[in-house]
């Protein structure tokens, strides 16, 4: 495992110690609200703090962008960091949530770690090595069509709600053929769900980079495709597709009609 590998690991364990354990004093979370359905906890901030101390330590010269604390520091390589997405099921004592870490180096994403504290699972890629849920080499699914596929997807929210009519759409289209739709609330363990072949696709709109800098490294490393909804480059931020190849590109064409302006300006398509 490469070292960078190594920390992010160590780093994304501890968050989920301080997480697990804030679950259990679940009387005495604080919270704040960012925006609309938005929330921010004290277990979020210290979660962010302890991978950044950590990754810190072993880096004093790296940069970081996390989703509480936001940029800080130059340089060309970046700490890309989701102390804890899925909040609002955390929130709730819906155990499904997670860690997210990716590095990036020159722009281009090389390490990723997904960690599920909940269920123990480190999912783990470097570019040009694999993705592993621990020892486990991951594959993406062979489903070859969308018809019988299990679809991940995320609902529209916050200033969003705009959008929530074409999706609505989009879902109609999807789940007209999949055998199954899942919206567990955690983007980033949707993602490392595609890598794992426990789901055979995923969208959604709106994400920011820390949301899915790790999740989409799993993927490709796994063998999937992920893009924009207009079948573009995916570049970190905004509208996101994702699966194996076959599902991939079928279900690109299930969302193709309802792709409105509104949906195109709001992520890049």
Not at 15 to 31: K, N, S
Request: contains cysteine.
């Amino acid at each position: 495992m490469h070292p960078y590998l190594n920390t992010a690991v160590k780093a994304a364990r501890r968050a989920g110690d301080i997480i697990v354990r804030g679950l259990a004093r679940f009387e005495g979370m604080e919270t704040a609200t960012k925006g609309l359905n938005d929330f921010v906890t004290n277990i979020d901030l210290a979660a962010e703090s302890a991978i950044i101390e950590t990754l810190r330590d072993a880096y004093p010269h790296h940069a970081f962008l996390a989703e509480e604390s936001g940029a800080s520091g130059t340089g060309d390589i970046t700490w890309i960091i989701d102390p804890l997405d899925g909040t609002t099921n955390f929130m709730h004592g819906f155990p499904t949530f997670a860690v997210s870490i990716a590095c990036q180096m020159a722009g281009r994403m090389e390490h990723a770690v997904i960690y599920d504290p909940m269920r123990q699972e480190i999912f783990s890629a470097s570019r040009g090595s694999g993705a592993y849920l621990e020892n486990k080499r991951l594959r993406v699914s062979r489903q070859r069509t969308l018809d019988g596929a299990l679809i991940g997807t995320g609902f529209p929210y916050r200033e969003n709600l705009q959008l929530l009519d074409p999706y609505m759409a989009m879902m109609k289209a999807v789940m007209q053929r999949a055998a199954g739709l899942r919206r567990p609330g955690s983007a980033a363990l949707d993602l490392a769900y595609v890598a794992a072949g426990r789901t055979d696709g995923f969208w959604e709109i709106g994400l920011k980079p820390w949301d899915t800098a790790a999740g989409t490294l799993l993927i490709r490393e796994a063998g999937g495709l992920v893009g924009t909804l207009d079948g573009g480059e995916y570049r970190q931020n905004g509208n996101i597709v994702a699966g194996n190849p076959r599902v991939f590109n079928e279900l690109l064409e299930a969302l193709a009609p309802f792709l409105t302006d509104e949906l195109r300006e709001n992520g890049a398509a």
